[in-house]
């Protein structure tokens, strides 16, 4: 299976409607790959709080078009980043939007952990409820954004709804740069997964971005890591290798805490 995690800047000279047009052809420059992955609300800056009211659309606008379009141009499984959604009847929420090779919507993911310890994203847009997988020709998706990688439990979640790929699409600060890699191996190697974990780089309001966006496999090797520029990651690996490797070495079948308890007969 071929991968290509896309890891741009947003720059605030760019207008939102020339960055889709610009990350819509990065996506269009995929073709081949079977998987494409760009970072969170890349639209706006995961930091640039004051453009999440001014910039949000609704589920199906004019990003979903873009991408969409983009998707079913290249032949790719697209997960297109998130953008900061306005729901009709509710809050914003930091959506995820994943696009099959015919640019149908295969699945949306409202980020569940929102950063900002009661300001910023914490208090501008609603909290998700809901895990969600994609099942791809290859393997099953598990979704989450930035902040998600920090709560394990969601990832146990994912793995026991079918994940063996999990998706990380985040804005991640340069100043934790340490635990972003850190964290990545982590969920990978305790969940027996590959993980592919986009970031953004440049500066986004005034924050540093980490870039060094990284692919993983299930033992925790790093198979490819970007640099701290935009870049285009691209990396091969074999699915196959999940169930091969929770065989080989099966943790997760001693596990005691969080499954649910047995039933009296």
């Given at each position: 299976?071929?991968?290509?995690?896309?890891?741009i800047a947003v720059n605030e000279d760019e207008s939102v409607e020339a960055r889709r047009r610009?990350?819509?052809?990065?996506?269009?420059?995929?073709?081949?790959?079977?998987?494409?992955?760009?970072?969170?609300?890349?639209?706006?800056?995961?930091?640039?709080?004051?453009?999440?009211?001014?910039?949000?659309?609704?589920?199906?606008?004019?990003?979903?078009?873009?991408m969409a379009k983009a998707a079913s141009d290249a032949g790719v499984w697209l997960h297109a980043?998130?953008?900061?959604?306005?729901?009709?009847?509710?809050?914003?929420?930091?959506?995820?939007?994943?696009?099959?090779?015919?640019?149908?919507?295969?699945?949306?993911?409202?980020?569940?952990?929102?950063?900002?310890?009661?300001?910023?994203?914490?208090?501008?847009?609603?909290?998700?409820?809901?895990?969600?997988?994609?099942?791809?020709?290859?393997?099953?998706?598990?979704?989450?954004?930035?902040?998600?990688?920090?709560?394990?439990?969601?990832?146990?979640?994912?793995?026991?709804?079918?994940?063996?790929?999990?998706?990380?699409?985040?804005?991640?600060?340069?100043?934790?740069?340490?635990?972003?890699?850190?964290?990545?191996?982590?969920?990978?190697?305790?969940?027996?997964?590959?993980?592919?974990?986009?970031?953004?780089?440049?500066?986004?309001?005034?924050?540093?971005?980490?870039?060094?966006?990284?692919?993983?496999?299930?033992?925790?090797?790093?198979?490819?890591?970007?640099?701290?520029?935009?870049?285009?990651?691209?990396?091969?690996?074999?699915?196959?290798?999940?169930?091969?490797?929770?065989?080989?070495?099966?943790?997760?079948?001693?596990?005691?805490?969080?499954?649910?308890?047995?039933?009296?007969?």
């Amino acid at each position: 299976m071929r991968a290509s995690v896309i890891q741009i800047a947003v720059n605030e000279d760019e207008s939102v409607e020339a960055r889709r047009r610009r990350v819509s052809a990065l996506v269009r420059e995929q073709a081949g790959a079977d998987l494409v992955v760009l970072p969170e609300l890349w639209t706006t800056g995961a930091f640039a709080y004051e453009e999440f009211g001014r910039e949000a659309e609704p589920l199906e606008g004019p990003t979903f078009e873009a991408m969409a379009k983009a998707a079913s141009d290249a032949g790719v499984w697209l997960h297109a980043g998130s953008i900061p959604e306005r729901d009709p009847d509710g809050p914003l929420y930091n959506t995820s939007l994943v696009f099959s090779p015919s640019g149908d919507l295969a699945a949306a993911y409202r980020k569940i952990h929102r950063f900002g310890f009661d300001k910023g994203e914490a208090v501008l847009m609603g909290a998700g409820a809901e895990l969600v997988t994609v099942r791809l020709p290859e393997t099953t998706l598990g979704l989450s954004t930035c902040y998600d990688l920090r709560f394990p439990e969601l990832y146990r979640g994912l793995v026991d709804a079918g994940a063996q790929t999990l998706v990380v699409s985040a804005g991640w600060p340069e100043r934790r740069r340490s635990h972003w890699t850190l964290l990545a191996q982590a969920r990978a190697v305790e969940n027996q997964s590959f993980l592919l974990a986009c970031a953004t780089a440049g500066t986004h309001a005034g924050v540093p971005q980490a870039g060094h966006s990284i692919v993983v496999d299930p033992w925790g090797e790093v198979l490819a890591r970007a640099g701290a520029g935009e870049e285009v990651l691209t990396v091969e690996f074999d699915p196959g290798k999940v169930a091969a490797t929770r065989e080989q070495f099966p943790a997760l079948k001693d596990r005691m805490l969080g499954l649910e308890p047995p039933r009296r007969p």
